[in-house]
């Protein structure tokens, strides 16, 4: 091999290296939770607190559309964990339903 072709291949092979070392891949998610009110809040973010890559600090919810917008990092979390752990605190989270996963839903 030459020492130009040698090279190449070295840098080659340090670009897609770096290509692949994504560490951060941060979203905004809106969950439409339409049995939650302003007061239920608290269960949502509990039900939320364990979980890396969920920005608790980003909590919003819209009590008219019933909708909570949160930022989470998707190199850590998935959407469906996060609609799972809501209807796990009982509530449905863009139509995963407490039942659908053996929980209880709140009343």
């Known amino acids: 091999m030459s020492a ?6 070295a840098i080659l092979t340090v670009l897609l290296a770096l290509g ?4 951060t891949d941060v979203r905004d998610f809106e969950v439409a939770v339409p049995s939650a009110t302003e007061a239920d809040v608290p269960a949502l973010t509990a039900a939320l607190a364990p979980y ?3 920005e608790k600090s980003s909590f919003k ?3 008219a559309r019933r909708v909570l917008a949160l930022r989470y990092d998707s190199m850590q979390i998935a959407k469906k964990n ?7 605190a ?8 407490p039942e659908s996963i053996g929980a209880k839903p709140k009343k």
Not at 4 to 9: G, N, P
Not at 82 to 88: L, R
Not at 90 to 97: D, M, P, R
């Open 4 to 9: 130009k072709f040698k090279t190449s291949l």
């Open 20 to 23: 692949g070392c994504r560490r």
């Open 52 to 54: 890396a890559g969920v």
């Open 61 to 63: 919810f819209d009590a």
């Open 82 to 88: 996060i609609e799972m752990a809501i209807a796990g």
């Open 90 to 97: 009982g509530f449905a989270a863009n139509g995963v339903t």
